[in-house]
């Protein structure tokens, strides 16, 4: 390539009027804003063309490239050479320079494809792109004096009629006859027609808007434009695709002029692009955009498989069960199966996982050694859905037990499973629950390893609560982060001793979960008791990642919550995942007086619910969650605490004040439940049966006296010295009392969330000591003034009040 300078194409120009062939000079090769050409001798050789309303313009213009060399006249074989390969040279291609020329359309060297103009020409002195090239082959040719350009075709053969692009009609606009001007004044000698003319008789390409649209469909139809991508310019509004939002608002509902803002008020204002902002708050979205159904969640089952759980037959029993219950999961409304996931680890102070992926023919374990930086060693077949891989899956939970039955090892870790539970659903970016079946203390050196901390000393004195606080350390931490990526946790424990339930019981508690205890746990009298708390705690129906905010009138706030919950702000409860028995409690105070029109001012006479007040304050006071006394294990307190914060009316109202229902004199062919008496022991006959339950345990109480109508129907025995007390279910028998006493036990236990086992208590027996203490408005069995007692003391402390 050469370069020329102004003045030498002004020359050109003039001696290609004149009918002149322009001088080759060459030069070296310059910076992109000089005007760079490609010197040619160009000759006029072929007819003009001749268009209605045009002056006569050449029809053929035959290019020749050189080399920069200095070209003398060729020969006549040359010059035939030279006609018949003329359409097959490069044109001469001018670059802009920046300020001086507009930006034409051109042909991209070696092909027949025209460059699009840019059009209004930059400003001077910015750069150009190296799209802003045009056509020299359409030079004039042919006249003694500047001529009056006119557009005119682009040619890809000798023909006059073979166009690339038709001729165009001319157009008026200010703008254009403003920059023409301009170019007018610069150039000097170089003349421009009327204001619809441009330089060497090239149109401006126009862009096609409809084209426009179409490459953006072409581009970004049908994929997703996530919002917080800086600098990101969305899709046009003509494109349909959808839209995820990820902190910035969707464009649907603001678009921006710009989305690259300038940093300061000077650089705006040289951009003279406006900054603003068009907002339609209430914009219709795509059809199911904002229904984009989350990844199905995930429910891993994690099992100790430690000496107390292999020996106690534990681990059979939770493996036949599942085989079961996996066909039972939660499911949509309506659907046929349920969507929900499926994995399997074994753990004591390792961690095994397990491949269970539908095309193995049997299932494949992973073994974790080091549990201080915990991993899930495989994706791919460790999250199943279950109706897929149930070969698998059956084969493995039938070989589990067999796997470690001759284990002796007694330490197990908990902190560890936690996070590799939690890493697996991250890893799988769905959420998810835990079912951890723990049979102690985790005392194995692993992260979270706990000490005895159980101090009966500390008992009734000020530093009681700390036996009730959870351990710091990573127990909390792990909490939070469950919470945030959605993993609830349940904790099935199985404790033959302390197990520093307030520690591991702030998982679930935080997370949104549950804890189940089954102290001294006996496979023949616990197995149906644990089996159906599995059953419910797996079916029930379930939310993940749930965030509540209560809003009140002006004048008083919530300022305390209390539940299965955890807070990083005052203002929002976040919860894992939420089930259906799952409660907040909200406190409320004052900030300022509330108006007087909103209710009444003052009421005479108290409530009803009022006069059961005492009653119930003197139940609270009394109850193992709060009582003092060393009897009590510390785990069973911490425990107790733990239900209570999540417990509905309902539950609270019989767990404090249990219900006591009789059934020596129930109607067998009625079908509502008979008037309860009150939780005392004077309401007991010698000649009475009675259940009692308060929604975690149940008692069926026999006198010694008891008809032996009803005994001989229910239990099949000829008489009460023959009850087996150590049943903990009740024998079916084809009789009205058998078929009515059971349906109370099954109406009652379905009203409730938990599993309650049924203790059989004979009257004068040892078992009627823990029977006692459950009757509420008696004295209690571990301190604790009786209701009688109870209500004298707060009269006597009204009347001291009043004198």
Known sequence: MAIYKIENIKRDISQHSAGKSPKSEHYHRGPSSQIVMSPSSVKSESRCNKRAGTGAIPADVQVKETTGASRTQGTAEEKRRENVSRNRREPIIYQAHAGLLPNYAGFVPGTHKQIAPVWPPAPHGLPVSTQNQFDASSL??????????????????????????????SYQNSATATATQQLTNQMGAMHFGKSTDFIFGQK???????QVIEDDKMKRAGQIFITNLRGQVPPLVTTDCAIQDQGNTSPRFIRCTTYCFPCTADLAKQCQVPLAAIIKPLAKVAQNENKTPPKPPAFIFMIDVSYNNIKSGLVKLVCNELKLLLNKLPRENNAEKSVIKVGFVTYNKILHFYNVKSNLAQPQMMVVPDVTEMFVPLLDGFLVDFHESQTVIINLLDNIPDMFADTDEGETV?????????EALKAAECSGKLFIFQSSIPTAEAPGKLKNRDDRKLVNTEKEKILFQPQKGIYESLAKECVANSCCVDLFLFPNQYADVATLGSVPLYTGGNIYKYSNFQINSDGDHFLSDLRKDVTKSIGFDATMRVRTNTGFRATDFFGAIYMNNT????????DCDKTVTVEFKHDDKLSEDTGALFQLILPDTMKVLPVYMNCLLKSSALVGNTEIATDERAYQRQLVLSMDVAESQAFFYPRIIPLHNMDVNSDLLPTSVRCSEERLTNGGIYLLENGRNMFLWLGLASPPEIIQGVFNVPSFAHINSEVTTLPVIDNPYSRKLRSIIDTVSHQRPYSMKLTLVKQKEKAELSFRQFLVEDKGLYGGASYMDFLCHVYKEIRQLLT
Do not use: K, W
């Open 571 to 578: 203002t929002d409860v976040e919860m894992a995942a939420i």
């Open 414 to 422: 908990f902190a560890p499973v936690v996070q590799a539970g939690l």
């Open 204 to 210: 401006p390409y126009l862009n096609n808007e409809t």
């Open 140 to 169: 004039p040719n042919g006249s003694s004096s500047p001529p009056v350009h006119q557009p005119r075709p682009s040619y890809t053969a000798t023909s006059s009629t073979s166009y690339l692009h038709p001729p165009q009609p």
